[in-house]
């Protein structure tokens, strides 16, 4: 059994949101991350006490901030908060990424700036373990006073509203919490705000997008070097002095794996053997990939630090007993490193299919057209390619950046916003489509690949090839490609490829 997660608000994992949101690891709070709660709900009870007006805790949200409510409204004012932000639009999260924004909400709570009762985060935590999955819409956030409407959506059942799934099947939300034994609660001072003001609707889905593109940064190395061998490219362009006289990290990386991969192989090619320069989509490969891979350094940095990160507001200081109203709900960083994310992973896929062109054109591989034995009758692989190629046209739409638009909110008091969670959403479909052209070019090279020696190859490509070998078998003759794709796709994002492939040549950077 995996082992229990402990929620600190400081040392959550990309991996250890991972394990939570797609493996159902249970989790629990910390005796110190507790006490913070409590610390900071005290100080809440003791500004009510003393009559002091602070926004969110006693007053009106946004333009209505300067309406005073008064001690009797205030369960009102929360519930309220929940049930007017509940406008989401379109189909539901996925359950991993539902489960992702619960343990990121606990995790922000459990800092102790929040001002929130420790049994309403522990319902969350009871959510969680208990698999009650609220149905949240996946549209209707702007990322800014955080994602508001996502988040709302995800408290509803906690207060007996909404829907969710709990074991396999959708229902009102109060019959979830009651089938898995979860007590439902009446929000009080601070604690509608405390729960939907943050960013963990777009971290949610930024988390699991990033981690994805860890796979994807490696794993296209991996796969391009099967096609470089297969069209019998020159390695004398990934040499480390031509890498270390412009030494970026991404750009040397991606040339040592390359290297790597095809160690022993005897179908790679020298300068002048055969041509003196390969086209761009082989030769300049470590300079696009690696491209890619110091973006995604920078989006990776700004991910992991939200992860344990304060976002709502306002933030209660229990050293100084204040409360402050700032901006760190704010979805500016996650907004811009999501489309950063997006344009990076896009980049993969637009290579991907310029090395497919050049694998199933007769005139530019040298294989048979289409990588099949009897062209006319068979259109072998001519389609794939088209279907790479509209991926890579979508990707270029979806690539145009979310975060340089703002439509002011709340009559203005809420001038700029993030768009943050449309650019997680964006990046997240790219980097399927990544996943799906890079798909199509395994396939593509292990076709071509076989008629040559699949025995020539380096160590680290055939094993690439072996493990779809074991999967997928040559195409002789037409028959149903997508099912081929499906089979090469699902290889790819799962980590099943890389992992095998490590495990061959050692751990790839």
């Known amino acids: 059994m995996d082992p229990i997660i402990y929620l600190d608000g400081n040392t959550l994992t990309l991996e250890e949101v991972v394990r939570v949101s797609r493996k159902g690891t249970k989790v629990e709070l910390t005796e110190d991350g507790k006490r913070k709660i409590i610390e900071s709900r005290d100080l809440v009870e003791k500004f009510l006490a003393e009559g002091r007006a602070i926004y969110g805790i006693n007053t009106g949200f946004g333009k209505f901030s300067d309406v005073s409510i008064s001690a009797d409204q205030l369960e009102d004012l929360q519930r309220n908060l929940i049930v007017a932000d509940a406008v989401g639009i379109g189909g539901n999260f996925d359950t991993e990424i539902v489960r992702a924004m619960i343990l990121l909400r606990a995790n922000a709570l459990v800092k102790g700036f929040s001002g929130i009762r420790l049994e309403v985060v522990q319902t969350l935590i009871d959510m969680l373990n208990k698999g009650v999955h609220p149905q949240i819409r996946e549209k209707g956030s702007v990322g800014s006073s955080g994602d508001l409407c996502p988040l709302a959506h995800m408290v509803l059942p906690m207060i007996g509203l909404g829907e969710a799934e709990f074991q396999g099947e959708v229902m009102e939300g109060l019959e ?5 034994g979860i007590s439902i609660v009446t929000l009080k001072a601070k604690e509608g705000l405390a729960l939907i003001n943050g960013t963990c609707a777009m971290m949610a889905v930024g988390s699991l997008a990033v981690y994805d593109s860890i796979v994807i940064t490696k794993t296209a190395d991996v796969i391009a070097t099967l096609t470089i061998e297969a069209l019998e490219g020159i390695t004398d362009a990934f040499d480390e002095r031509i890498h270390l006289a412009r030494p970026h990290k991404g750009q040397i990386e991606c040339a040592k794996n390359l290297l790597k991969l095809c160690q022993n192989s005897k179908l790679t090619t020298r300068q002048g053997e055969k041509r003196m320069q390969d086209a761009y989509s082989l030769r300049c490969t470590p300079q696009i990939h690696g491209a890619s891979r110091l973006a995604f350094d920078y989006v990776r940095q700004v991910i992991e630090t939200e992860i344990n990160s304060a976002t709502d507001n306002p933030l209660i200081f229990t050293d100084t007993e204040e409360a402050y109203s700032g901006g760190n709900f704010h979805g500016q960083p996650v907004a811009i490193a999501m489309d950063t994310l997006g344009i990076a992973m896009a980049e993969y896929a637009n290579i991907s299919e310029r090395r497919i062109e050049r694998l199933v054109n007769p005139t530019l591989s040298g294989l048979p057209g289409f990588l099949v034995k009897e062209g006319g009758i068979n259109c072998g692989f001519m389609v794939p390619q088209y279907a790479a190629a509209s991926l890579v046209s979508e990707n270029k739409v979806l690539a145009h950046p979310a ?8 009559a203005n008091q809420e001038d700029h916003v993030s768009m ?31 008629f040559k020696d699949a025995g020539l190859l380096g160590t680290g490509s055939a094993e690439a090839y072996r493990q779809l070998r074991e999967r997928v078998t040559f195409m002789e003759s037409d028959r149903l490609i997508y099912k081929d794709m499906d089979i090469s796709t699902e290889l790819i994002a799962s980590g099943k490829l890389l992992e095998a492939v490590e495990k061959a040549v050692g751990e790839l950077y």
């Open 176 to 180: 979830a919490m009651e089938r898995a």
């Open 403 to 410: 975060s340089v638009d703002s439509i002011p909110t709340s």
């Open 420 to 450: 943050g969670t449309i650019a997680a959403r964006k990046a997240r479909v790219i980097i399927g489509h990544a996943q799906s052209v890079l798909g199509i070019e395994l396939l593509c090279a292990a076709q071509a690949v076989d």
